[in-house]
């Protein structure tokens, strides 16, 4: 089985969800033997690609086009790409670029797909893979018929992986002109920010509809998230409220993390929210509502005003 990683540059570096790509990818080598191929496309992907060898022998498909991930173009390379090394398999992050851009290969490829899978067995002879549904509340094993087999990663259910040792770098020759390009990118609005980004975080502190405003959220979520290094998060009750900014929404509509510390503070733990931090190795919580669902899951709970609780925690830190 030939496999096909398609890894997401950060800067430098290769994502953090797709080395949890790669670490499924380990697995499937593990129940199956198989040889691991990287995939990588951009413009100015050169100490990416580098870094992704460490993984794997890399493929780089490098381009000015390639500036902005619009799922049309990037879907017809990545659906190239992998009938040119001739991918039984293609794994990617269950990211919104992955989800985006590698359904369309899956259809150009007239594969079968699997989203968000969590693991992967062999049984009497077959690949099968687990992949959760309806918010998280369900786990299924399935069988994919056809070939390749493109499947997302959910990040939260892998380690990242480890590099091994350099490999290749090699450009591939695709006529990038060619592809399609009826998408334009037109532009992106997010609030900058030196704190890490809430999938990349090792300790996230989240804020739900507790909060009365946005300079509360900022003040307490922020304020506290500062002392500790860590990344802020927030509810969809708090997004919609208009109280913290989308990029930080964790939950089924937004960003699936597992970090080390997940602090919950106002946020009653709807299906929807647990289904994107649940994972986290330590969750605690501080609510006014000894009933939250989110104490359910909770390590560690504190039932406080979050308004007196967290000047107090800030100030003793």
Known sequence: MKILIIAEAQGSEVRHASRSAITLAKNVVAAENGDIEI?????????????????AP???LSDALFSHPTADRYGAAIAQIAQQRG?????AASTSHGKDCVARAAAALGGTM???????????GKLIWQRTMHAGGVAAWVAAHGSPVVVTALQSAYEPAEPTGETSVTALNIDVVALPSAIQFDSVTTKQSDRPDV?????????????????????????????????????????????????????????????DLYLGIGISGAVQHLAGMKNSKIIAAINTDDEAPLLDYADFALIADAYEAIPEMMEKL
Do not use: M
């Not at 995939?39 to 993984?55: E, L, M, Q, R, V």
């Not at 991918?87 to 794994?91: C, E, N, Q, S």
């Not at 946005?214 to 969809?236: F, M, W």
């Open 39 to 55: 995939a990588i496309i951009g413009d100015d992907i050169a100490a990416a690609a580098k870094a992704a060898s460490a993984y």
């Open 58 to 60: 890399t493929f780089t």
């Open 87 to 91: 991918a039984d398999l293609v794994i």
């Open 114 to 124: 699997v989203t968000d899978a969590t693991a992967c067995e062999n049984r009497d």
């Open 199 to 259: 999938t990349e975080a090792a300790i996230v502190i989240s804020g739900g509809r507790a909060f009365k405003t946005a300079e509360d959220y900022e003040r307490l979520i922020g304020g506290l998230a500062d002392k500790i290094g860590g990344g802020t998060g927030s509810s969809r009750a708090a997004v919609d409220a208009g109280i913290a900014p989308n990029e930080n929404q964790v939950g089924q509509t937004g960003k699936i993390i597992a970090p």
